[in-house]
């Protein structure tokens, strides 16, 4: 037979499984048999709402690990084909705006039903920007925009720590943090408002090879060394 419930103590009248069903007031119901206005483990759901697991809530869901191994949010498998999946949908859950999904080897990430972005078993980040399906994305592992004239000077940059000046139109980039390997590739454009840009040149510096750690190389003008006042280079691999 059916009962209705008029309060939470009528909750804890129905199955003992349950008296750990508290309120400290007649908007707040916890899960966690605690009374008060502090709650650290179990679930609450306030006036507004909304739910706390292991918290008190400050957002329509708010989660909280109580040690140091545990998992905040766990997504199951299907028994189908053991893939996990999030979705997000409009107000009556008849469209689906964008999804989050995870099979044994990949992180897949769609919107509108098409997939845009996945991260594979082996590392490797792709997405589709022009492409029309993912592809790998190739990052840029270093760039710098710098001043060669006279003391060396930085712009702006990424993955370079310093560019020690060698000699004229002669410099090495310094990285911060070292390439995999040194078969990366090079590209560098130079500039110089006050001399013919046609005959102003970027090269790598014949008699030094490259390295994980830096790279050295010329700027010129009509063939010889010469500092520029604009000098770009990018680092990909």
């Avoid at 028994?79 to 995870?102: L, R, W």
Wanted: charged share 20%; aromatic share 8%; net charge negative.
């Amino acid at each position: 037979m059916s009962k209705v419930i008029d309060n939470i103590e009528d909750i804890a009248s129905i199955d003992s499984k349950v008296v750990k069903v508290t309120s400290t007031d007649n908007a707040v119901v916890r899960f966690d048999g605690t009374t008060g206005a502090v709650q650290n483990s179990g679930v609450t759901i306030d006036d507004g709402g909304n739910v706390g697991i292991g918290v008190t809530p400050s957002a329509l869901l708010d989660i909280k690990a109580q040690g140091s191994d545990s998992r905040t949010i766990r997504s199951r498998g299907r028994t189908s084909d053991n893939i996990s999946y999030i979705q997000f949908t409009d107000n009556a859950a008849t469209a689906e705006y964008a999804s989050i999904s995870s099979g044994p080897s990949y992180l897949r990430f769609d919107t509108t039903g098409n997939e845009k972005m996945r991260i594979d078993s082996s590392g490797n980040l792709k997405f589709d920007s022009g492409y029309g399906s993912a592809a790998t994305a190739y990052g840029c592992r270093a760039w710098v925009n710098f001043n060669g004239t006279g003391t060396v000077a930085i712009r702006a940059s990424g993955n370079v720590s310093s560019i020690t000046d060698n000699d004229t139109g002669d410099y090495t980039i310094n990285f911060t943090t070292a390439m995999p390997d040194a078969n990366y590739a090079i590209i560098g454009a130079v500039r110089d408002d006050s001399n013919d840009g046609a005959a102003i040149t970027w090269n790598r510096r014949a008699t030094t090879t490259n390295t994980t750690t830096a790279h050295r190389f010329v700027t010129a003008y009509i063939g010889t060394q010469y500092d520029c006042p604009q000098i770009d280079v990018a680092i990909f691999r």
